[in-house]
């Protein structure tokens, strides 16, 4: 990889990193959901990095994509598990972080889970590593723990504008013959729920996020809003927070687009058995010695 080019990749994982530690910091009973994404939505800006996509604030059975709309009023409880992604970019080259908070002692050996399939998984990212190994490694771990990895949520690799590139990485064991190269830029992300879960996320009606797939012109006034947002974003997602519209107008709008496939959108995914689940995640680079871009002192 070019210098330049993983120079970017390792100032947008620095500040994820620390973005994702404040977004924790401040998640706490009795805190607004939409006061905390405005936050952190604010504070990657500030230290000079763009947003990859809207943090996701996950809650208890929602295992991602869910994010606060612009009139949300969801307070986080203290019996809640609390997924914070967050996602940074410097011209394209993305930083992807996630950690799990909760205040009940029970949910805590879920989260540990989680991260401790991370840290085994990362072991392993050194060129020439089948990703079958990085998969059974982060079921095993899980599993040995008294948990249920989420077989149909997975990791990936990153590209420039590319939240999603190839390969997937997926939090069970698998048969492939594809190999980790040096260099690579990947993100592993294990996610978890307790033994009564069915170990599977389904999607929901519920849509937060959405992301332009297929420009065209619009005659509708909120639709033309909803684009004009888009536009900017290089093909990244954004959430219906950031539009200008609400009520009704922002629902007709928001159809016609989905209607002539202008937007891709993102279904909140929930665990099938509604069991709560944890997930962390990690950038990292592939080498000899794996470098995490998204690492601070507190993860
Ligand atoms: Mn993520
Ligand atoms: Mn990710």
């Known amino acids: 990889?070019?210098?330049?080019?993983?120079?970017?990749?390792?100032?947008?994982?620095?500040?994820?990193g620390e973005v994702r530690d404040y977004a924790k910091k401040i998640t706490k009973p009795g805190k607004?959901?939409?006061?905390?994404?405005?936050?952190?939505?604010?504070?990657?800006?500030?230290?000079?990095?763009?947003?990859?996509?809207?943090?996701n604030i996950s809650i208890n059975d929602i295992a991602a994509h869910?994010?606060?709309?612009?009139d949300d009023e969801r307070i986080i409880s203290e019996n809640d598990v609390v997924k914070l992604d967050v996602g940074t970019h410097i011209d394209g080259y993305i930083g992807d972080t996630a950690c799990t908070v909760a205040w009940l002692p029970e949910h805590q050996e879920l989260i540990k889970a989680t991260e401790r399939a991370l840290e085994e998984a990362i072991k392993?990212?050194?060129?020439?590593?089948?990703?079958?190994?990085?998969?059974?490694?982060?079921?095993?771990?899980?599993?040995?723990?008294?948990?249920?990895?989420?077989?149909?949520?997975?990791?990936h690799g990153l590209g420039k504008y590319n939240l999603h590139a190839e390969p997937t990485i997926p939090n069970v064991g698998f048969k492939t013959s594809y190999t980790l190269q040096e260099e690579q830029p990947i993100a592993i992300e294990p996610f978890a729920t307790i033994k009564d879960?069915?170990?599977?996320?389904?999607?929901?009606?519920?849509?937060?996020?959405?992301?332009?797939?297929?420009?065209?012109?619009?005659?509708?006034?909120?639709?033309?809003q909803i684009i004009k947002i888009a536009e900017k974003r290089n093909g990244l997602p954004f959430p219906l927070r950031w539009v200008p519209a609400s009520g009704v107008g922002l629902r007709i709008g928001l159809k016609e687009l989905m209607d002539k496939n202008i937007l891709y959108d993102y279904p909140v995914l929930k665990e099938v058995n509604?069991?709560?689940?944890?997930?962390s995640e990690q950038t990292i680079i592939v080498g000899e010695k794996p470098m995490v871009t998204t690492k601070t002192d507190n993860f």
């Open 124 to 155: 392993l990212c050194t060129p020439g590593t089948n990703l079958g190994d990085i998969s059974a490694i982060i079921e095993k771990t899980i599993t040995d723990l008294g948990f249920k990895p989420i077989a149909n949520l997975t990791g």
């Open 66 to 70: 869910d994010t606060a709309d612009r």
């Open 274 to 279: 509604t069991t709560p689940i944890a997930q």
């Open 197 to 224: 879960g069915a170990g599977l996320i389904k999607e929901s009606t519920e849509k937060k996020i959405f992301m332009l797939i297929n420009p065209k012109p619009v005659r509708n006034q909120n639709a033309r």
């Open 1 to 16: 990889m070019d210098q330049e080019i993983k120079d970017k990749y390792i100032r947008a994982g620095k500040i994820a």
């Open 32 to 55: 607004k959901i939409l006061d905390i994404a405005e936050a952190v939505e604010a504070l990657i800006k500030a230290k000079g990095a763009e947003i990859a996509f809207p943090i």
